[in-house]
C-alpha cells in the first residue's frame, strides 16, 4: 500500500475514533448555546495568545495568566462547557500521539537523532 493510501486510512481512523466523534458531537452541542460559545471561544484565544507568547519568550502582560485560569474556572462550572473542554482535550492528545509518531518517523522531537546534531 502506498503512502497517500495510508494517509486517507489513517483519516479514516481518525473520523471513526471515539474521540474525534466525541468532540464533534460536544462541540455540536456547545455550537447551540451561542453565547456559551462565545465564551468558550474567547478563552481559547487567550489561551492561544498566552502560548504564543511563551514560544516567544514575550511575558505575558500583568496578571493575563491569572485571568486566563480564572476563565477556565468559570467555564469548567458550566457543565455543558465542561464536556466540550474534556472531549477537545481528549482529541487533542490523540491527535499529538499520531504527530509525535509521524515525527518519529523524520528524526522530529528525537533526543540523540540526526537532525539535532
Known sequence: MNVYDQA??????????????????QKSVLDQNKELAEIVGDFQQKQLEMQAKALTG??????????????????????LAARYMQAEMRFSIMMNDVYKILGEVMGIGEKGSDADK
Not at 71 to 78: A, K, V
Open 58 to 79: 514575550e511575558e505575558p502582560e500583568g496578571d493575563f495568566q491569572s485571568k486566563i485560569q480564572e476563565l477556565y474556572g468559570i467555564i469548567m462550572q458550566d457543565p
Open 8 to 25: 486517507h486510512g489513517l483519516a479514516q481512523a481518525i473520523r471513526e475514533s471515539d474521540e474525534f466523534k466525541d468532540y464533534q458531537a
